[in-house]
């Protein structure tokens, strides 16, 4: 009787176990950032929910029942928003045991276009979000870039207004790359593309592809090639980030990545094709082209540095991000601030600038005499100033209020503190790649 008591006891202790590593199991899974595998989750959650079960038919324990009862139905809950997902992703198969699963799972393999209609507008929806309209950012307003300016219009621009200069053996680029260290333009670029052309463009980073369940990447995907494909004229395809997809192959990448660059490539070497060859413009940018995968690296017709700024762009820049306010600098001082700002990004630039115009507003908080001007409006001075008058800001109407121009010393003091992010050594890698692989914008 004892031994019989003691194989009951350890047959629900293993049956327990079992339990405990199926939820782990799902626990793990749902875990994932990304390629969740949503069949192993519902298996799993059916077996435990099997072995509760199983547990509950013989449990005399009344507490213990109840908990069976309430773990039962939490599992249950679990397997309907799993199963709902699967029908989703299988076409609205039904899925009610593991082995209709399994075949849900081997017709996706054998026929990925059949899906369903509320699916694939969800995907076309999705992609749709990515379209953007025109801006009002010009060519004229970004400094210097001028070999990328002149390979943007020739590819995407003059074909567009020009397209009977395209004749013959005169094809217009289909896909560049753009790439250089952060801040130095290229969504900028991009925006500015979208500004001066009448044609669909479509600006898509990595987190718009990457899907978190298994195939839905390839499906979003070719989804937004097809789109673009189907549009009336040109469509231009803007990917930022590329590398967070690209990157280089090698053997330890699990294979829901692999199936997504196979795609991607599949994709752009399907927009060469006689029937769509015209109809697709691809555009990518990356901070880290050294890390692209060398089979897309020469899908890119051209690939072009964006550098750093050098010293005419940066005093451009300068003036762009100041020239709605007033500013007391010589041509003389300018030069200087453009001399200690060597190495410095297109943002290092506009962040040290924006630092520089806070510089007469804090001076309004600390000021304690003022000069009133002939408009009636107070403005801080020196207290030595004739006709000064001693007073706090708050002392005078809001609107009554204005700064000094912005000095000199606001931009000494901004540089101090506003340095340059890009190192040497970041630097001499992008010269190597370009050396090797690109071309200076």
Not at 145 to 163: C, G, N, V
Not at 232 to 243: A, K, L
Request: a negative charge; proline letters at 4%; one cysteine or more.
């Amino acid at each position: 009787m004892i031994a019989l008591i003691n194989q009951c006891e350890t047959s629900v202790i293993c049956l327990l176990s079992e339990a405990a590593v199926c939820l782990e199991t799902v626990l793990a899974e749902g875990q994932k950032p990304a390629n969740v595998d949503i069949y192993l989750m519902w298996m799993n959650i059916e077996r435990c929910r099997q072995i509760i079960q199983q547990l509950h038919g013989t449990e005399k324990d009344q507490l213990y029942s109840h908990v069976l009862v309430n773990l039962e139905q939490t599992l249950n809950n679990h397997t309907d928003i799993l199963q709902a997902k699967i029908k989703q992703l299988n076409g609205n198969e039904s899925t009610g045991t593991p082995s209709t699963i399994a075949d849900g799972a081997k017709k996706r393999k054998k026929s990925p276009e059949t899906v369903s209609d509320s699916e694939k507008s969800q995907r076309r929806s999705a992609i749709e979000e990515t379209i953007i309209g025109k801006g009002g950012l010009m060519f004229d307003d970004i400094a210097g870039l001028k070999d990328a300016k002149q390979a943007l219009r020739e590819a995407i621009i003059m074909p567009l207004h020009y397209p009977h200069l395209f004749t013959g053996g005169i094809k217009p680029w289909k896909r560049i790359l753009l790439y250089g260290p952060p801040g130095t333009g290229k969504s900028r670029l991009t925006q500015a593309i979208s500004s001066e052309i009448n044609s669909t463009f479509y600006c898509v980073s990595s987190s718009d592809l990457v899907s978190s369940w298994v195939g839905e990447s390839e499906k979003l995907i070719k989804e937004l090639f097809h789109h673009a494909t189907n549009q009336e004229g040109r469509s231009v395809i803007f990917i930022d980030e590329i590398d967070s997809i690209c990157r280089q192959r090698n053997s330890r990448e699990e294979e829901h990545t692999r199936r997504v660059k196979t795609e991607l490539l599949k994709q752009m070497e399907g927009a060469d094709n006689s029937d769509s060859a015209d109809k697709i413009f691809l555009l990518c940018a990356t901070n880290c082209p050294w890390e692209l995968d060398t089979a897309f690296l020469r899908r890119f017709q051209k690939r072009i540095y964006i550098p750093l700024p050098g010293k005419e762009a940066r005093k451009v820049l300068m003036k762009i991000h100041t020239r709605d306010n007033k500013i007391d600098l010589t041509d003389t001082e300018w030069d200087q601030l453009c001399e200690r700002t060597e190495g410095y990004s297109g943002s290092d630039i506009a962040n040290m600038m924006l630092e520089s115009l806070f510089g007469p507003i804090r001076d309004l908080q600390a000021s304690t005499h003022w000069k009133q001007r002939q408009d009636g409006k107070f403005m801080p001075c020196n207290p030595d100033e004739d006709l000064s008058i001693e007073a706090t800001m708050s002392s005078f109407p809001p609107e009554k209020v204005i700064p000094r121009n912005v000095a000199l010393q606001d931009f000494e003091k901004s540089v101090q503190s506003h340095g340059r992010t890009v190192t040497e050594v970041e630097l001499k890698r992008f010269d190597d790649f370009t050396t090797s692989f690109g071309e200076s914008g």
